[in-house]
């Protein structure tokens, strides 16, 4: 059974940062892609960043250009999303997604299996 859990979330003043980590387990990931989305209180769940398999490619929503980071680590079968300069409107449940058998995506309805989400609040 495929398993995803996020972890590194928590609260941070804008202009702060934080790293997330999302572990994987029940298979080994091979030439899955896996990403990052998130979801602020009443608005739908939005990408933001996904990453191949071997880490060689990557894409990021506009919003985060520039500020976040995506990358794995296929010996873990962990990927971190770290943040900076953080804003207020970044604050959202984070949640990790894996897309089995696809080099990269955007699309959620690509992804197979999600983690519970990671809480992230930025104060003003």
């Known amino acids: 059974q495929v398993q995803l859990v996020e972890s590194g979330g928590g609260l941070v003043q804008a202009g702060g940062s934080l790293t997330l980590s999302c572990a994987a387990s029940?298979?080994?990931?091979?030439?899955?892609?896996m990403g990052w989305f998130r979801q602020a209180p009443g608005k739908e769940r939005e990408f933001v960043a996904a990453?191949?398999?071997?880490?060689?490619?990557?894409i990021y929503a506009g919003s985060v250009k520039g500020r976040f980071t995506i990358s794995r680590s296929n010996a873990k079968n962990t990927v971190y999303l770290q943040m900076n300069s953080l804003k207020p409107e970044d604050t959202a449940v984070y949640f990790c997604?894996?897309?089995?058998?696809?080099?990269?995506?955007?699309?959620?309805?690509?992804?197979?299996?999600w983690g519970q989400g990671t809480q992230v609040t930025v104060s003003s």
């Open positions: 997604a894996v897309a089995l058998a696809v080099v990269i995506t955007n699309a959620p309805n690509r992804y197979d299996y």
């Open positions: 029940g298979r080994t990931f091979r030439n899955d892609a």
């Open positions: 990453i191949s398999w071997s880490g060689g490619r990557t």
